[in-house]
């Protein structure tokens, strides 16, 4: 059969409508299944790119030549399909081999019927390439789009402000650990939000609403499997051409791990920047100290091997004394502070402070009632703690030791101990009336070693000292608020 033949639509009377098919970038095909024999119109050669002497028209041509070898089998099932008949029609999309442009897709449409007892099959093709690379591109971005929201734990969220309802992404409610067909109101996706932080929530979303601002707040968030995590919340206004915000999209991003390493990259900065203030303080001590008590040492040495009568050697050689019993004395105040830093990796164990605090007391007892002082303490809010023994024991004697040493002479002493737990911290506040310090003159020296601030004999400005470096080892803090005449009170974190 001559390639004229076989393009002889235009010989029946579906010539008018094979014209019509071959001006709108189309083409039609006729396939006889008992003789395999085959008929293209003059636009399936049009859109192939191809004149119709350029190419064999026939189906084992088009199966190898021209449709790609991956899609065969859905071109095959469409026209082998058990299920086709005269009323069904199978579409399919295909790639083609074209003259110019190498392979594109075709949507290929597939309808049996019968031509007085000849089984046969008619179909059209249409180049849909464009579409379907755009399709196909999209389908690609979606996926990215979905998989980088995965990775990166990123979710979408909208507020319609006219309706006050809000959409969100299936990432969100992963986010949720709720399942994706919940319908969820801003009240109820607020109500996840740990209560300290739904307010702030809240008022960024009615502002974003009200004034058109962004917001992008990190924030605690309970999940409905009741596991804590850090969120970033951030929401963009969408205005009308009034200026009115009439939508909020935004993200939602589960940040936890993120935020856990740099609350306690934070953690350790500040514990190093303690540390190092300490070690400064440490290295001052012993440059300062030391050096003093050698030189004067040495000074004495040397006036001891000038002096000539029994007496100045006597004179010369107390001094020298005093000055080797001031220098232990420093040597051991240091030892005490290195022994602080090696304690750290002792075993903490659960103490009662009440236990701790009666057993100071009853080693104090006969200072106490020299004294006449009153010590209230209640620890029923926080009876216990995992902490170093021997730690406790020494800020209760230092803190108790320093209000009776400046108890005020007009009044009777009064100290009060008592501890409290807020969250995950353990809090112990300890009190007295004494003479109080001049925090605006002393302020930042009331921690520092041998910083004295009244004219007692007995102080030595070390105890305070100990403590603080004996808190601050273990995590803690400590501050004083003081008033001359009135008291002073200290507030430590110990956890």
Known sequence: MSIADRNDFYSDDASHLAQIIDHINAGIWEFNINTKDVKWSLGFYTILGYKPEE??????????????????NVFLKAINSRGTDQSTTNVVHIRLLTKNSGYQW??????????NGEPKFTGSLININQSKLLSLRSAQNDFLFNETGTIAKLSGFEINVPTMSL???????DIYELNDQIKLSIEEAVSFFEPQYRPLISEAIDKSIRFCKPYDLELLFRTAKNNVIWVRAKGVPIIDDYGKCITIRGILQDIDSIKKKGIALQSSINLLNDQNKRLQNFAYIVSHNLRSHTGNLQFMVNLHGESESADDRAEVFSHIKSISNSLSMTIEHLNEIVKIHTDIDKERKVIAFEDVFKNVLSALQSNIES????????????????????????????????????????????????????????????????????????GDKVFGMYKTFHQNTDAKGIGLFITRNQIESLGGSIKVDSTVNVGTKFTIRLV
């Open 55 to 72: 190419i064999e028209c026939s189906y084992n041509f088009f199966l190898e030549n021209l449709l790609y070898h991956h899609d065969k």
């Open 106 to 115: 075709f949507e290929s449409t597939t309808q049996k019927w019968d031509d």
């Open 167 to 173: 959409w969100l992404s299936k990432e969100a409610f």
């Open 371 to 442: 004294n006449d002082a009153k010590i209230e303490y209640d620890f029923t809010k926080c009876p216990v703690i995992n902490y170093i023994p021997a730690y406790m024991e020494s800020i209760f004697q230092n803190l108790l030791t320093n209000s009776l040493k400046y108890r005020s002479m007009d009044k009777q002493p009064l100290i009060t101990c008592r501890t409290v737990k807020d969250h995950n911290h353990i809090y112990m506040l300890f009190e007295d009336n004494g003479i109080g310090i001049d925090m605006d003159r002393y």
